[in-house]
């Protein structure tokens, strides 16, 4: 439907209910939902009870909210379904990656002598592809070679166009037919066993550059790290890391002298390419020995300087908010009535998407799910994790911000609070209604968070 027809509908929509409801309240529900573009409905209520005598001491019941419905935040950490819950995600990664830096949230501020740098894993080549490349401040042509003639498929093997940043054609292959679209995602549903083992291969490194027993490397330091997957525009994942050395009681702990900055290089450059996991044998497909890519990036983070801990932890929580749909392909999964032709994707995520599902077919490659995570290209991993003593969690982020709101709640229509000494008992009944928004609570939602109504926000209403 045109967004034109939509919006208005929505305003339609909108001056209808003005005579049904509380379009204050309604705005309220949709504050406190932080502007999301697709919450989950619910009705019910909830009692707080006195164990000694059964007194009622609370009530709350959804049947004064809008329509007899309360909506609480999906919380997704996908930008492309929800910005405003995305924000309060990337947000909350920016702080714990932050604070493995400079301190904070636990963590002492002498954790910024630790030796620490920010690592960059990438993927290795398929096939040629379209890309931007520049230097010294100019954009250079593509892939500008005078006597490369055609590929066996009477596809030229050479580009002189000066890409733009935002060009469509970025990521796509010169040559679909000569790409090799079953490697690509065989190193997708790989990549998060190569980097265990490139964790596993970097603190053996460390230990034989120690003259220690891998076992005993635990007991003078310890590993630290926070990564993050970032999809290139072929649609293939690679990994920027923080990894920092601490003393063997963790980031309160100075590490030992003899782990350096060089070291910790040294140990990062060995281990990536020492790596690699091989692929099984299925019928049409032969082993593959998947490794990462030759361009393996290491550079100290500073205080001052060219790289920060502002650059860096803003670089990280950006991508923990994105996924494959930012190389044209979905943000769903892809379902079994799915028409592959008819899909919104690009033409080369439209071929990678089919790889998945052909591969994911195969008895020998089922472990991998890659008909489950079509959508994501056969990556099935977890786009942000740490190390247990990097820093803080967002599980605790997540709950001192919900005790803060839990306060202002209280403050705010003058209920008491409960003290550890109260023996209180607290009976919910919950139903779950369904998920997102009508046409016209996404327009006032859109017009009180100021982000701009996109038409799919509409699409998955409440049952």
């Not at 819950?85 to 954790?111: F, N, S």
């Not at 469509?168 to 083992?197: K, M």
């Not at 968070?449 to 699409?459: E, I, K, L, Y």
Request: proline letters at 6%.
């Amino acid at each position: 439907m045109p967004a034109d027809n939509i919006i208005r509908l929505a305003a339609r929509e909108l001056g209808e209910r003005l005579t049904t409801i509380d379009m204050r309240h309604l705005a309220a529900q949709a504050r406190r939902t932080g502007g999301c573009a697709q919450p989950i409905q619910l009705r019910g209520r909830v009692d707080h009870l006195d164990v000694a005598t059964g007194e009622v001491l609370h009530h709350y019941s959804t049947v004064h909210e809008p329509g007899g419905v309360l909506r609480v935040a999906c919380k997704t950490r996908r930008a492309s379904r929800c910005p405003a819950c995305a924000e309060i995600y990337r947000a909350d990664t920016y702080q714990l990656v932050r604070a493995g830096l400079i301190g904070g949230k636990g963590v002492p501020e002498t954790v910024t002598s630790h030796p620490t740098v920010f690592a960059t894993l990438t993927a290795p080549s398929f096939g040629p592809v379209h890309t931007r490349r520049e230097k010294a401040g100019r954009v250079l042509p593509c892939h500008p070679r005078r006597s490369a003639g055609a590929c066996s498929h009477g596809s030229s093997l050479s580009c002189t166009i000066r890409h733009a940043e935002d060009a469509p054609g970025l990521g796509e292959p010169l040559c679909p037919d000569c790409y090799d679209y079953t490697a690509s995602v065989l190193f997708n549903a790989y990549a998060p066993e190569l980097w265990r083992r490139f964790v596993l291969a970097f603190r053996r490194r460390l230990a034989k550059s120690a003259g220690l027993r891998t076992k005993e490397l635990k007991n003078v330091l310890v590993v630290s790290f926070a990564k993050v997957a970032e999809y290139q525009r072929r649609g293939v994942v690679h990994f920027h890391a923080v990894i920092r050395f601490d003393g063997p009681d963790g980031p309160t702990c100075q590490p030992p002298g003899w782990a350096t900055l060089d070291r910790l290089d040294d140990a990062v450059q060995h281990a990536a390419a020492a790596v690699s996991a091989v692929s099984p044998v299925a019928p049409g497909v032969q082993a593959r020995a998947l490794r990462w890519g030759d361009q393996v990036d290491v550079r100290p983070i500073t205080m001052s300087g060219e790289l920060t801990e502002r650059a860096v932890a803003g670089y990280i929580a950006k991508y923990a908010t994105k996924a494959a749909e930012c190389v044209g392909t979905l943000d769903r999964r892809v379902h079994p009535t799915d028409e592959l032709e008819t899909l919104p994707v690009s033409e080369h995520a439209r071929r990678l998407i089919a790889e998945c599902l052909r591969l994911g077919a195969l008895d020998e490659l089922t472990h991998l799910k890659l008909t489950d995570w079509a959508h994501m290209l056969g990556f099935r991993g977890h786009f942000s994790t740490k190390s247990r003593r990097y820093s803080t969690t967002l599980g605790a982020l997540r709950a001192a911000r919900i005790e803060h709101n839990q306060t202002e709640h209280e403050i705010t229509t003058g209920r008491l609070p409960y003290f550890d000494e109260d023996q209180v008992l607290k009976v919910a009944r919950w139903r779950y209604l369904g998920q997102g928004l009508t046409h016209g609570e996404a327009l006032l939602t859109a017009a009180l968070s100021g982000q701009p109504m996109r038409p799919h926000d509409t699409t998955r209403r409440a049952a």
